[in-house]
């Protein structure tokens, strides 16, 4: 048996903004669902604040049909200014696992990663969020149909959950038969492979994965732009949902 643990963590501090100024990045929720007028940034690059810094509304439900968002600097309006840091798109604490047992003729690698500490914007269920506005009754999920259908649909803390998680990313099963002397074939191997096989966590969005960079704009422009490493966190409602994979296979040498 042989083993590989490797264990990091990340932490960061904008020391400086270049102009003097805090610099609010991705206008992202517009056009097909989203209304232009109530939906704003996610990032926000600030001095103090730590890098991967998300922001959205804080709030306390939905009563008749709007989203109850809070008046978080007391001035008796709830406007662009109220915006709250609600999470982190950088994971604290990330580790990969490295197992190999071998047994006669018989091999078992595997391999488990995780990352923990990290938010993401789940643009998936803002997008299935029920609209009483626009799309009514027409794009919805099951896996959202218990958020309260909503005419403001305001990026709202509730979207910006805890990512962490916890996989086993690959398992690999080899058996190594026994080659005959004189024989033109050597170091044959029998195996089957499984990747992505199981991931433990509490999101609910496309995948847990963490975001470092993103496309400025979400699925409303035609025009995606190229991926900004400033705007982490971003779990888009067009990624790729992940997928397992099987694999059966014989690998063998030749003189």
Known sequence: WSSGFVLSTFSSTW????????????????????NASSVFTTNILAEGKPYGALTA???????????VLQDVNGDGNVDYEDRSVV?????????????????????????????????????TAVMYQPNLTAFRGGNALETYSELEPVYNPFLADYFIQNASYLRLANLE?????QISSGSKIHDLKVYAVASNLLTITSYSGNSPDYSLASRDY????????ELDPILTGNDRANS????????????????
């Open 15 to 34: 020391k400086s903004v270049e102009g003097g100024y805090n610099l609010d990045l991705d206008s992202t929720y517009y056009g097909l669902v989203f």
């Open 57 to 67: 509304y804080k709030t306390n439900g939905v009563e008749d049909g709007y989203w």
């Open 87 to 123: 999470g982190s798109g950088i994971p604290q604490v990330t580790l990969g696992w490295r197992n190999e047992f071998t047994m006669g003729q018989f091999d078992l690698n595997l391999l488990i990663t995780g990352a923990f500490g990290h938010d993401l914007i789940n643009e």
């Open 173 to 177: 099963f080899c058996y190594r038969p």
């Open 218 to 225: 979400g699925l409303s422009n035609a025009d995606l732009g």
């Open 240 to 255: 790729m949902f992940p997928y397992r994979s099987f694999t059966i296979g014989i690998r063998a040498s030749l003189f």
